[in-house]
């Protein structure tokens, strides 16, 4: 033996292997490199294969995993017997697959796997060579009767074994490259689904009583927190954790947070609103998954709390004397029993601030690789105390990331305790001119309060009408399915109003009075403005996208 | 005062009279800014009478003060009359009071 013939294995059947051999194997490799289209170079491989082992057909079969079977992608042949498919471990070629090795069969009517004609085409002698790969078999190249009426040997083994080499690879390449577009498919489709819950969650509200944020563990999140307005003033809010964190946690997210809102709208008292919500959910959930959830309403002019918890982790409530108070759950999670009776809970506020946070904040682990618990909440919590609710927020979110967090991560934030200002009432809507009126309602209602006479009161009307009538006409250029909010607060001396929108920025510049001695019919609503409140500014909100509106009127 | 808005057209007194009725505001104002260029399409005196409407903005102010701008260099009258407080304050903020002609009734507006 030459040394040259020593450093390479040499199998004993593949020695004899000559050029014609490694011509056709050159060409296959190269036809299978080339191609874009593994289907297509295969069905012209399969007709090569049967005419250079001189057979009267040829097939490749691949297994099926998810069918369980083996089916025939291509094949040369009197008889084409494409998409025919055999039981894995049936026949010939399942066999070869799961022996993943060559079978030779030099008559079928002495194999007792031969599973008889297939589709009219009669198989005298078969060889067949598995398609081996890094993961097993993942399918057989076979030929089948001789033409000439002699038997497969030796060598047409060692030949088709050869020929299955690049077969095996190209349809492995194939497959690789089908489950990465599936993934990026997948991933795409979860994209599109974390857009669609964040829709479901409200805008951030520019000076509101109520700030959240939901933190998704991965693209979709199980966690979720709501809040709105009722007719009478109060503000609705609740925050959940649904168990698990996959695509099924979060499509009962979306159930659980609208069905909490369609109950919530009622202003339903919390624990009835919980009841009934645990109700529908028992009833329908899928058994062995469940809600925890807080609901409850907050009302801004007596910063009285009602609330009911329904197994989410204790609350905390800081005080405006700095005591922390715990406000366990006072009942099993949503969906596990169905005639379970929640009940209320009532508490002032007073210049507090109350924190709700899904278990993704107590279950963060800190530099002792332990989580922080509630103790560890608590230190977070008066760490960050002495900022604006907002600030909160983002100071709270900051120290967490940058521990290691885990789940699904919400936190929500009631704050009476945010500013001198207190927060008088508000409105949020679509910039509809028919909410105008609702919006003047509302200003009267407010103002009402504050020791203004009528007229007084008319005139304030009509500068908040014109105001909110400029967004819609000027800012959202008379389209009615643009956001517009207004807030009212009470500073020491003044009663301000905030008027939000979130249309193109509007040059600050352009918003002026104009002459009042030339008599035209457009451009008077900021001159009534001008006239009615003490001050006005408009400006780009802090956030950088719309307008944000600041009239400020002195009490009488 | 009903909470309907709505403005109708009706001839007395040699006058094409449009009562108007509710809270004028940007979700009904062009309704009444249509109305006023119409009765302006065929009436020689054209009065609106505003004692019915409770509330006005600036895009109803608009629309009277097109309908006057309109009358005005073609022989044509344009009057408000029986205006309402909440509708005076309005015209008196916008210093429009002592533009519009005014009259307490449709019989001081053809004296």
Same mark, same amino acid.
């Given at each position: 033996?030459?040394?040259?013939?020593?450093?390479?294995?040499?199998?004993?059947?593949?020695?004899?292997?000559?050029?014609?051999?490694?011509?056709?194997?050159?060409?296959?490799?190269?036809?299978?490199?080339?191609?874009?289209?593994?289907?297509?170079?295969?069905?012209?491989?399969?007709?090569?294969?049967?005419?250079?082992?001189?057979?009267?057909?040829?097939?490749?079969?691949?297994?099926?995993?998810?069918?369980?079977?083996?089916?025939?992608?291509?094949?040369?042949?009197?008889?084409?017997?494409?998409?025919?498919?055999?039981?894995?471990?049936?026949?010939?070629?399942?066999?070869?697959?799961?022996?993943?090795?060559?079978?030779?069969?030099?008559?079928?009517?002495?194999?007792?796997?031969?599973?008889?004609?297939?589709?009219?085409?009669?198989?005298?002698?078969?060889?067949?060579?598995?398609?081996?790969?890094?993961?097993?078999?993942?399918?057989?190249?076979?030929?089948?009767?001789?033409?000439?009426?002699?038997?497969?040997?030796?060598?047409?083994?060692?030949?088709?074994?050869?020929?299955?080499?690049?077969?095996?690879?190209?349809?492995?390449?194939?497959?690789?490259?089908?489950?990465?577009?599936?993934?990026?498919?997948?991933?795409?489709?979860?994209?599109?689904?974390?857009?669609?819950?964040?829709?479901?969650?409200?805008?951030?509200?520019?000076?509101?009583?109520?700030?959240?944020?939901?933190?998704?563990?991965?693209?979709?999140?199980?966690?979720?927190?709501?809040?709105?307005?009722?007719?009478?003033?109060?503000?609705?809010?609740?925050?959940?954790?649904?168990?698990?964190?996959?695509?099924?946690?979060?499509?009962?997210?979306?159930?659980?947070?609208?069905?909490?809102?369609?109950?919530?709208?009622?202003?339903?008292?919390?624990?009835?609103?919980?009841?009934?919500?645990?109700?529908?959910?028992?009833?329908?959930?899928?058994?062995?998954?469940?809600?925890?959830?807080?609901?409850?309403?907050?009302?801004?002019?007596?910063?009285?709390?009602?609330?009911?918890?329904?197994?989410?982790?204790?609350?905390?409530?800081?005080?405006?004397?700095?005591?922390?108070?715990?406000?366990?759950?006072?009942?099993?999670?949503?969906?596990?029993?169905?005639?379970?009776?929640?009940?209320?809970?009532?508490?002032?506020?007073?210049?507090?601030?109350?924190?709700?946070?899904?278990?993704?904040?107590?279950?963060?682990?800190?530099?002792?690789?332990?989580?922080?618990?509630?103790?560890?909440?608590?230190?977070?919590?008066?760490?960050?105390?002495?900022?604006?609710?907002?600030?909160?927020?983002?100071?709270?979110?900051?120290?967490?990331?940058?521990?290691?967090?885990?789940?699904?991560?919400?936190?929500?934030?009631?704050?009476?305790?945010?500013?001198?200002?207190?927060?008088?009432?508000?409105?949020?809507?679509?910039?509809?001119?028919?909410?105008?009126?609702?919006?003047?309602?509302?200003?009267?209602?407010?103002?009402?309060?504050?020791?203004?006479?009528?007229?007084?009161?008319?005139?304030?009307?009509?500068?908040?009408?014109?105001?909110?009538?400029?967004?819609?006409?000027?800012?959202?250029?008379?389209?009615?399915?643009?956001?517009?909010?207004?807030?009212?607060?009470?500073?020491?001396?003044?009663?301000?109003?905030?008027?939000?929108?979130?249309?193109?920025?509007?040059?600050?510049?352009?918003?002026?009075?104009?002459?009042?001695?030339?008599?035209?019919?457009?451009?008077?609503?900021?001159?009534?403005?001008?006239?009615?409140?003490?001050?006005?500014?408009?400006?780009?909100?802090?956030?950088?996208?719309?307008?944000?509106?600041?009239?400020?009127?002195?009490?009488? | 005062?009903?909470?309907?808005?709505?403005?109708?057209?009706?001839?007395?007194?040699?006058?094409?009279?449009?009562?108007?009725?509710?809270?004028?505001? =940007?979700?009904?104002?062009? +309704?009444?800014?249509? $109305? /006023? !260029? *119409?009765?302006?399409?065929?009436? %020689?005196?054209?009065? &609106?009478?505003?004692?019915?409407?409770?509330?006005?903005?600036?895009?109803?102010?608009?629309?009277?003060?097109?309908?006057?701008?309109?009358?005005?260099?073609?022989?044509?009258?344009?009057? =408000?009359?029986?205006?309402? +407080?909440?509708?005076? $304050? /309005? !015209? *008196?903020?916008?210093?429009?009071? %002592?533009?519009?002609? &005014?009259?307490?009734?449709?019989?001081?507006?053809?004296?």
């Amino acid at each position: 033996m030459s040394a040259a013939a020593a450093l390479i294995p040499v199998r004993t059947g593949l020695a004899r292997i000559g050029p014609e051999e490694v011509g056709i194997l050159a060409d296959f490799s190269q036809a299978f490199a080339a191609s874009l289209d593994v289907g297509e170079t295969l069905r012209k491989a399969v007709v090569q294969i049967a005419d250079h082992m001189n057979a009267e057909a040829a097939a490749v079969f691949l297994t099926d995993p998810q069918a369980g079977d083996i089916v025939c992608r291509a094949c040369a042949g009197p008889v084409d017997v494409v998409g025919l498919r055999v039981q894995a471990g049936r026949g010939i070629v399942g066999r070869t697959i799961a022996e993943n090795r060559v079978q030779m069969v030099r008559d079928t009517r002495n194999d007792p796997d031969y599973l008889g004609d297939q589709r009219g085409f009669q198989s005298r002698s078969i060889l067949c060579a598995p398609l081996d790969t890094a993961d097993g078999a993942i399918g057989a190249l076979q030929v089948l009767n001789k033409r000439d009426g002699a038997l497969f040997d030796t060598h047409d083994a060692n030949v088709l074994r050869l020929l299955a080499v690049p077969t095996a690879l190209a349809l492995n390449n194939a497959r690789l490259m089908r489950e990465l577009v599936e993934q990026n498919r997948i991933k795409r489709e979860f994209q599109l689904a974390r857009q669609m819950q964040k829709t479901l969650l409200p805008a951030r509200r520019h000076n509101f009583p109520i700030t959240a944020l939901n933190l998704p563990a991965r693209e979709i999140s199980g966690d979720f927190f709501d809040f709105f307005d009722l007719p009478d003033g109060r503000i609705a809010f609740c925050i959940g954790d649904v168990a698990g964190k996959g695509m099924d946690a979060a499509l009962l997210m979306v159930r659980a947070s609208s069905c909490l809102r369609w109950v919530g709208k009622d202003g339903t008292a919390p624990g009835e609103w919980l009841s009934k919500v645990n109700r529908e959910l028992a009833s329908t959930v899928t058994r062995g998954m469940f809600v925890c959830a807080v609901a409850g309403y907050y009302d801004p002019h007596t910063s009285m709390i009602e609330l009911a918890n329904a197994g989410f982790p204790p609350l905390l409530l800081r005080r405006g004397d700095q005591t922390m108070r715990e406000l366990r759950a006072d009942g099993p999670p949503l969906g596990i029993l169905g005639d379970f009776g929640y009940s209320s809970e009532s508490m002032a506020l007073a210049g507090g601030c109350l924190y709700a946070f899904s278990d993704g904040v107590t279950d963060v682990r800190g530099a002792d690789r332990k989580p922080i618990g509630m103790e560890g909440v608590r230190q977070l919590i008066d760490r960050v105390s002495g900022l604006s609710p907002r600030a909160r927020v983002r100071a709270m979110v900051g120290t967490l990331r940058k521990m290691s967090l885990a789940d699904d991560t919400t936190l929500m934030l009631i704050a009476d305790d945010g500013a001198a200002s207190r927060y008088l009432g508000g409105l949020a809507g679509s910039s509809d001119p028919e909410n105008l009126r609702l919006v003047r309602r509302k200003v009267s209602e407010v103002v009402k309060q504050l020791g203004f006479n009528d007229e007084q009161r008319q005139r304030i009307v009509l500068a908040i009408d014109e105001a909110v009538a400029n967004v819609i006409r000027h800012a959202y250029q008379g389209c009615y399915d643009g956001r517009v909010e207004l807030s009212v607060w009470l500073d020491h001396d003044a009663v301000r109003f905030e008027l939000r929108d979130y249309a193109q920025p509007v040059d600050p510049a352009k918003i002026k009075p104009r002459d009042l001695s030339e008599c035209r019919p457009g451009g008077l609503g900021i001159n009534l403005i001008d006239s009615v409140m003490d001050r006005w500014v408009f400006q780009r909100p802090e956030d950088g996208t719309g307008n944000l509106l600041t009239m400020i009127k002195r009490l009488p | 005062m009903s909470d309907v808005n709505d403005c109708s057209t009706v001839d007395q007194l040699g006058v094409r009279l449009l009562r108007v009725r509710g809270e004028v505001d =940007l979700s009904w104002s062009q +309704k009444l800014r249509k $109305a /006023v !260029l *119409e009765a302006l399409a065929t009436g %020689r005196h054209v009065a &609106i009478d505003l004692s019915q409407v409770s509330y006005i903005d600036s895009s109803g102010i608009a629309a009277l003060v097109e309908g006057f701008q309109n009358s005005r260099g073609k022989s044509q009258r344009f009057s =408000l009359v029986a205006v309402s +407080k909440p509708v005076h $304050a /309005v !015209l *008196e903020l916008a210093r429009l009071d %002592r533009v519009f002609p &005014i009259f307490a009734t449709l019989e001081d507006a053809v004296k």
